[in-house]
């Protein structure tokens, strides 16, 4: 059984899905490890380091998925909306390809998955459960966003963090503001509060009050219920127009008193919710700054523009997509260790064994045989149950 890697290339990415250290439990377990030559380069892992652990590089992309097995990526078709395409006719019947593959993004990339007959796995669909802590990447990469995006802040603000008392007096700490207490929420609420900053945060699930006072984040609580805050899995379900309307009335003032505001609110498979608007920005002090970590699919601030920074207001918006990849060489150690947790877990004995009562398998089974298989797609897309899952 050969697990192919081949270099990552979307525009700018610099993560690689495998790291050189994980190749001693891969070969032990039986895998050959094929590593397109320059693959973990942009990560700092050199091709030496690969062939040291056991791997063997080639110079060609064709070459890994010609010879692979498994294909494993960062972002495979799907979430790689630039040059993922190109991908498609190098896979072939029967072989497994695992990554993310945004699979309620564009239902005409998911067809193209299931035409080339690839038994694809998404990534992003690993079930919150215990006994796959060890392989949620989806978690691992919201892990480094949320650090990352106080950095950018940090940055960007023209204040310091911490409260330092000096000679010339007393400096206030900078207030820091979280919309959204999931992992990127919660990791920008620690690294908040390790650079000295007052945090502070707001989920629409009453349930991470706990977990934001746990860091040391004081928890904004607003005077409305959500109606089903979280769906099964864990994550914030979407609302209506008249419950964002009063959330952003309710908002309004703690975001004029903050000095930052990191908006990480998400909703699988549906734009963020526009929670940060103009009128907002206009009460920020000058100088202040909004890290918006739901740019790339389209923003909770309405002046966003994702991939760019832009300044208005006096206010400093922060677009930037794909922060995971600018924290390369941990980033990638992190999904490694997720997915080779992930393939140990599927392959026995060499053999891939997706049992049906097997929920970490077959929530993430994205496609098999031609079909698009994964019910929460199907559904997504309001395409007919399978006959075996009508069947039950």
């Not at 890697?5 to 891969?26: D, I, Y």
């Not at 004081?218 to 964002?244: C, H, N, S, V, W």
Request: glycine residues 10%; proline residues 6%.
């Amino acid at each position: 059984m050969i697990i192919g890697v081949p270099k990552e290339n979307f525009p700018g990415e610099r993560r690689v899905a495998l790291v050189p250290a994980v190749m001693p439990t891969l070969t032990h377990a039986g895998f050959e490890v094929i590593v397109e030559s320059g693959a973990g380069a942009g990560a700092g892992y050199p091709d030496a380091e690969y062939i040291t652990k056991g791997a063997k590089t080639v110079p060609e992309r064709a070459q890994v998925f010609g010879g692979a097995d498994v294909v494993v990526q960062v972002l495979a078709p799907g979430s790689n909306d630039k040059t993922g395409r190109a991908d498609l006719p190098l896979l072939r019947r029967g072989q497994v390809l695992i990554g993310f593959m945004r699979p309620l993004g564009s239902l005409e990339i998911v067809q193209g998955i299931a035409a080339s007959g690839a038994m694809a796995f998404s990534v992003e669909l690993i079930p919150r459960i215990t006994r796959a802590q060890s392989m949620d990447a989806l978690s691992s990469m919201a892990t480094i966003c949320g650090y990352k995006s106080v950095l950018l802040a940090a940055n960007t603000l023209p204040r310091i963090f911490p409260m330092l008392t000096t000679a010339a007096g007393t400096i206030t700490p900078a207030r820091v503001f979280i919309i959204g207490a999931g992992v990127a929420g919660l990791t920008a609420i620690a690294t908040a509060r390790r650079l000295g900053a007052v945090a502070s945060a707001y989920d629409l699930r009453p349930s991470t009050k706990e977990q934001v006072q746990s860091l040391g984040g004081r928890f904004i609580e607003l005077p409305i219920e959500a109606q089903q805050a979280e769906d099964a899995r864990g994550y914030g379900k979407a609302q209506d127009e008249t419950f964002y309307q009063r959330q952003r009335e309710l908002l309004g003032r703690v975001v004029a008193e903050s000095d930052v505001v990191i908006s990480a609110a998400v909703v699988p498979g549906r734009k963020p919710p526009k929670l940060i608007t103009r009128e907002m920005v206009e009460k920020m002090a000058p100088g202040s700054v909004i890290v918006d970590l739901a740019a790339e699919q389209g923003g909770n601030c309405e002046l966003t523009r994702p991939t760019e920074i832009v300044v208005e207001h006096g206010v400093t918006m922060i677009g930037t997509i794909n922060l995971a990849s600018t924290v390369p060489y941990h980033a990638s150690q992190m999904y490694a260790r997720n997915i080779t947790a992930f393939i140990s877990h599927l392959f026995k004995d060499g053999k891939l064994e997706p049992g049906a009562d097997d929920s970490i398998a077959q929530e993430t089974l994205l496609t098999r045989d031609g079909e698009i298989v994964n019910p929460l797609v199907r559904k997504f897309f309001s395409l007919p149950p399978r006959q075996e899952q009508q069947g039950g």
